[in-house]
């Protein structure tokens, strides 16, 4: 007898609970009832399937944009941190490498410690992400070497990857917990070893970020990779890369780091070529997703009109992209290239991305 479906609707990048965020953010709280109660009807996963973007966590997170979070959800979420914590510890003792969806923003712990960074007050389960984040910075020995502690033998669709790799997107590599540490630390956040951790991801960034992942080879050579013309997307490519080196420059007080993210940002979004690679409006690796980068990279920089003519010109490329959207959801839909296009962000909805 075959177990019957998950429910999706409790999906945060494709279902009625991410597409309840726009009604949210434009105060319309009648129509995104009707959203959260699609979304709820199957059940809420609680299991090791729970994440920012599913079940319990994604439910709070949703309703907290909203202001309405209750504690029966927050207890929810909070059981689904606690047991990923106990399962990352337990396989650390083992001295096993990680799977991506143990610690990247999509499935795993650096999704969950957004969540806990976006409630707004310090909890001691956030202070644990944290200091578990600081603990994948240490290398770790593995197959007769040492081996970066976030190398990872599966890749995001749990396939296996030969040798292992060292992946750096955002979504499911290692600049998603280089931003959330680097976040928490702007929100005066720390554990012991998290700026030490900080510099120890930005610097394989600036040796590898090129790339969207790096396997056992290339780690091995002699010299580094050079970078490959890649979709400069947020969930992996250089604008999402670069926005994680800002706010680790930020955390840091590393002026010229931050400079030199920037200035990546301003020559990738100047860039004919790398632009033709985007082929979507999306939020997850298309125009919205550039879009909104760029204003979080803007506000946080002291020149911010060098990049006034890129937010108009990725505006345009969005507005005219949006509609050709197939689907409404929030990481690949109209949803959230709606949001970006809006420009407003009372919800703090560009959390989920970790960019703000």
């Not at 019957?4 to 609970?17: E, G, I, S, V, Y």
């Amino acid at each position: 007898m075959t177990a019957p479906p998950l429910p999706r609707t409790q999906d945060l990048a494709q279902a009625d609970l991410g597409m309840a965020l726009l009604p949210i953010e434009h105060g319309d709280l009648a129509a995104a009832r009707s959203h959260l109660t699609r979304a709820v009807q199957g059940g809420v996963s609680t299991g090791s399937n729970a994440s920012l973007f599913h079940g319990a966590p994604a439910l709070e997170f949703v309703l907290s944009r909203a202001g309405h979070t209750s504690r029966e959800v927050r207890e929810a979420a909070d059981r689904v941190v606690a047991a990923r914590l106990t399962a990352a510890h337990r396989r650390q003792e083992q001295g096993v490498l990680p799977r991506l969806a143990e610690f990247d923003l999509i499935q795993g712990l650096t999704g969950l410690g957004a969540l806990l960074l976006a409630r707004g007050t310090a909890s001691p389960l956030l202070k644990e992400v944290l200091a578990y984040l600081v603990s994948l910075s240490r290398p770790v020995h593995a197959d007769g070497r040492d081996l970066p502690g976030w190398w990872s033998t599966t890749g995001p669709a749990e396939e296996e990857m030969d040798g292992g790799h060292g992946n750096n997107g955002v979504a499911h590599g290692i600049a998603g917990p280089l931003a959330m540490l680097a976040l928490a630390a702007q929100h005066d956040i720390t554990v012991p070893g998290q700026l030490d951790a900080i510099a120890t991801y930005a610097r394989w960034l600036d040796t590898y970020g090129g790339c969207y992942w790096i396997t056992r080879d290339q780690v091995s050579a002699l010299d580094p990779p050079a970078s490959v013309p890649a979709r400069p997307s947020w969930c992996y490519g250089q604008i999402g890369v670069a926005r994680a080196q800002q706010l680790a420059a930020i955390a840091l007080g590393d002026a010229a780091r931050q400079r030199a993210a920037e200035n990546t940002i301003a020559r990738t979004l100047s860039d004919p070529g790398l632009l033709d690679r985007i082929t979507d409006a999306s939020l997850c690796h298309g125009w919205a997703g550039l879009l909104t980068v760029t204003r979080a990279v803007a506000a946080d920089t002291s020149a911010a009109s060098r990049f006034t003519s890129l937010i108009d010109d990725l505006t345009r490329r969005l507005t005219t992209d949006l509609e050709r959207l197939p689907t409404p959801g929030f990481m690949e839909g109209r949803t959230g290239a709606q949001l970006a296009l809006d420009g407003t962000n009372t919800t703090n909805w560009t959390r989920a991305l970790l960019i703000t």
